[in-house]
């Protein structure tokens, strides 16, 4: 064989011998980072458009005292639980809830992050409305449905996601007559969902270097939203109660569930400690 065929062949095992080892260097690297992490989602505390029966969606009322504590409440659940991060939507209600819980777990020293993302569904022109019960028979009529029984029997666990999207149709035929700008009227349940899982998607990758928990507080319906895009058999629609989390956990590329949905008992055992 000739000398300059050698060398040539040499070389290229060189090449080779290194291009596989930098690719098992890359592979090892990356499995290395991609620890899991553990999402507590949270929804906010009750609210003064939760007692008097208001859609709030986008709109900001803030939280009760009964919602104050219990944000105090679900901290106090949660002590023990070390978080990397900490994030809510940009509404008071989602913000007084993280920061409450986070004083309260003894997470001072964590810095809130804001990600409107994590907002609630936007009901448009049907926001604030006195008395919510008018909004949902309303939704059922627009679909042809006898009764808001009839709706929810007939839709079952994608019951909220109907509803959003008749918030969505109503407003956008303006059913009520109002003069309100189209960046604000309602979402669509695909928009939410969207945008629920971008925000969540995006937390929990730039934490997966490090891993570990993190606390993410939201909104009832559009944490329904999100989980209606799992896939989750577990998933039924219903409502989530105020401080209620939701456990996921982020590995590879996919949110796994961690437990019941929209679980009551981090508020339950942080009430229980606070009335001792």
């Known amino acids: 064989m000739k000398k300059w065929l050698k060398t040539l062949i040499s070389f290229v095992s060189v090449i080779t011998l290194f291009l596989v080892g930098a690719n098992v260097t890359e592979a090892k690297s990356s499995k290395a980072t991609n620890k899991p992490v553990i999402i507590y ?33 679900l901290g106090l659940g949660l002590k023990g639980v070390k978080f990397r991060a900490v994030y809510s939507g940009d509404l008071t209600r989602q913000e007084k ?22 907002r609630e569904c936007n009901y448009g022109s049907y926001e604030g409305r006195q008395d919510i019960g008018k909004n949902v028979p309303e939704i059922a009529e627009y679909y042809g449905y006898k009764d808001v029984a009839d709706f ?16 969505y149709a109503l407003d956008k035929a ?24 971008a925000a969540l998607t995006a937390i929990a990758k730039k934490q997966q270097k490090k891993g570990g928990n993190v606390l993410v507080v939201s909104s009832g319906m559009s944490i329904n939203m999100f989980l209606s895009a799992q896939d989750y058999p577990e ?42």
């Open 97 to 118: 809830t993280a920061q409450g819980a986070l004083d309260y777990s003894g997470n001072k020293k964590i810095k809130l992050q804001i990600d409107p993302r994590l």
């Open 174 to 197: 303006n059913k009520l007559n109002t003069t309100l700008p189209e960046q604000y009227r309602a979402e669509q349940s695909t928009t939410v969902q969207k945008r629920m899982t």
């Open 152 to 167: 929810q029997a007939k839709t079952g666990k994608l019951f909220q996601n109907k509803m959003q999207d008749g918030y």
């Open 235 to 276: 998933y039924q629609g219903i409502g989530i109660a105020n401080d209620a989390v939701t456990k996921l956990v982020y590995k590879n590329g996919k949110f796994k569930l961690a437990g019941p949905i929209g679980d009551l008992k981090y508020f339950n055992a942080g009430k229980k400690a606070a009335d001792k």
């Open 41 to 73: 989602l949270a929804r906010h505390g009750e609210t003064t458009a939760n007692v008097m029966h208001l859609a709030q969606g986008w709109s900001d009322f803030t939280l009760t005292d009964n919602g104050v504590k219990g944000a105090q409440y």
